[in-house]
C-alpha cells in the first residue's frame, strides 16, 4: 500500500502544499526545481515516491513546494525561511535536505540561516549564483510563460534540461502534454523565476554540514561549471559528476538514488 500523499500547510496566513511518503522515521526533505512554477508537488506524491522509492524505505520523504501566495518579488532566501517555518509546523527539528536546481538554492540559505536544521546537505545541478547560461534559459521560459504556447513551453524545457538521446524519444511525450496543459498561474512561474537570476549566496563558505554536490556532464540549463564552483567555495563537500546526463536528473535516477543512500548513510 502506497503511503504517499498530497497535503495542504498552513501557516501564519500562507499554506504551502507538500507532499510526504516513506516508511523510515528519519526525515529527508526535498525541495523541487523551477518545475513548481508550473504544478506544486500536492497532486504529484505518488509520482515523487516512486522516483525516490529506495530512498523511502528508510526515510520519511517530504517534498516542498512554494507557498500559494507569493508576493511579487519574493528571494530564494525568503523560500527558504518558508521550509524552515514548514519544518516547525511539523515538529521537524532537523533533517537531511536535498535541493535540486532552484531547490538548491533554497537549500543554501535553508543550511546557512538556520544550520541547526540540516543534518546534511545535498545540492544537485544547482548553482550558488545566477549562471549566464541559466539567465538566457530563465529569460527565454519567461518569454514562452507569456507569449507562446503551454507547447512551445514544455518542449524547450525538455530540448535543454535531456541529452540528446533522451530528448529524441521523449519530446514527443512533451509535445502531447503540451497539448492539453497550461501554465496554471503565471504569477507563480514567473516570481520564482525571477528568483532565481537574482539569487546570489555569497556566505557559502560557512556551510558546514557534510555536503554531497552532484553535478551532470550534459547540463545545458545551468552549466557544470557551476558545480566545480560550488566544491571550490563550500568546505565539507564532496563532489559527483554524472556521465550521460542532462539537467534532468531522471536519466540517471539509479545512480543518482544511489549516491544519497551512501552519502546519507555515511
Not at 99 to 110: E, F, P, R
Not at 123 to 135: P, Q, R, S, Y
Not at 170 to 199: D, E, M, P, T
Not at 214 to 242: C, F, H, M, T, W
Request: overall charge neutral.
Amino acid at each position: 500500500m502506497s503511503t504517499a500523499k498530497g497535503r495542504t500547510l498552513y501557516l501564519n496566513g500562507k499554506s504551502m502544499d507538500y507532499a510526504t511518503f516513506g516508511k523510515g522515521q528519519e526525515p529527508l526533505i526535498v525541495i523541487p526545481g523551477l518545475g513548481d512554477g508550473l504544478d506544486t508537488v500536492k497532486s504529484m506524491a505518488k509520482s515523487l515516491s516512486l522516483v525516490y522509492k529506495r530512498l523511502g524505505k528508510k526515510y520519511h520523504v517530504y517534498v516542498f513546494s512554494r507557498i500559494n501566495e507569493l508576493p511579487d518579488e519574493y528571494s530564494t532566501k525568503d523560500m527558504a525561511a518558508d521550509i524552515a517555518e514548514a519544518m516547525n509546523v511539523l515538529n521537524i527539528e532537523s533533517a537531511f535536505v536535498l535541493g535540486v536546481s532552484q531547490g538548491g538554492m533554497i537549500a543554501q540559505y535553508l543550511t546557512l540561516d538556520f544550520p541547526e536544521k540540516v543534518k546534511k546537505l545535498v545540492l544537485a545541478v544547482t548553482t550558488g549564483h545566477c549562471t549566464n547560461l541559466l539567465e538566457k534559459r530563465i529569460k527565454r521560459w519567461l518569454l514562452l510563460a507569456q507569449e507562446g504556447t503551454y507547447s512551445e513551453l514544455m518542449l524547450d524545457m525538455a530540448h535543454v534540461s535531456y541529452t540528446r538521446k533522451s530528448y529524441s524519444y521523449l519530446r514527443y511525450l512533451y509535445w502531447f502534454l503540451g497539448q492539453f496543459g497550461k501554465v496554471k498561474n503565471q504569477h507563480r512561474l514567473v516570481v520564482q523565476a525571477q528568483s532565481c537570476l537574482h539569487h546570489q549566496a555569497d556566505l557559502l563558505e560557512k556551510i558546514v554540514c557534510p555536503t554531497l554536490i552532484v553535478g551532470a556532464v550534459d547540463d545545458q540549463v545551468i552549466g557544470l561549471e557551476a558545480s566545480y564552483e560550488l566544491e571550490k567555495r563550500i568546505p565539507n563537500n564532496r563532489l559527483e559528476i554524472l556521465a550521460d546526463c542532462g539537467h534532468a536528473l531522471y536519466e540517471k535516477n539509479k545512480e543518482f538514488n544511489q549516491l544519497l543512500i551512501e552519502f546519507l548513510a555515511e
